[in-house]
């Protein structure tokens, strides 16, 4: 029988969460819709909680489907409903959030709640199935590495230069102007791969680093308008 978290220590853990700013309600739900700890008004009954969880899902389904890895989705509700998948176990958290917040605005409070929620929930199943958090962990790693290394796509490209200049810094900045920007993947529009193309150089602080990605970002941009 999979070993379940502690609720008592799933809502303190929300409690925290509801205390940023921004921030108004906070709920976890698994893979099962089951709502494992709650942080929210009363009008938000599970059933409400319950659907929502059944949206966000369907959207995480259809970006692996669709061969993205995203792993943040935001829909618009009376405020902005942010969710996010705890990484390999199953678990997922929505947070309910002001309007009017930016996507850089959610990443920190969002990656925040992540860890809080993540310790929570390890506290009381690590001990019991770590070997197979591992092994979850391990292969969801591989299937984005994989995916990641076969996007021909003028993102995919843009990725894989990035991390070959940059490291892993080069892979958090094109996912970064991804999700900052708002873009859609796989990029087809041009103005689109010229919005991705303008954040990643205005944040690279070395001028040679610099000189040297827009020079190839702009060879990737002919290739990939001559794909289309």
Known sequence: MTPQPDTNKVEEALSKITKMDGVKAAYVFDQYHTIVGRDVPAQYGNEILKRIAGQL????????????????????YEKFAVYSRLFGKGYFLVAFMLKELEPADMRQPINLAVLVLEKAIRSEVEASSSSAFSQIAQLAEKSIREQTEADESFAGMTRRH???????????????????????????????????????????????????????????????????
């Open 57 to 76: 899902s369907a959207l995480a389904e259809l970006s692996w489907q669709s061969g993205s890895a995203t792993q943040e989705f935001r829909l618009t």
């Open 162 to 228: 990035a991390i070959k200049l940059m490291g892993p810094l080069g892979r958090e900045l094109v996912d970064n102007a991804i999700e900052d920007e708002v873009l859609v993947l796989p990029l087809l529009a041009e103005k689109d791969m010229r919005k991705l193309m303008k954040y990643v150089l205005a944040r690279i602080p070395h001028p040679l680093m610099r000189t040297i990605m827009e020079h190839d970002m702009d060879d990737m941009l002919q290739i990939a308008l001559k794909q289309k």
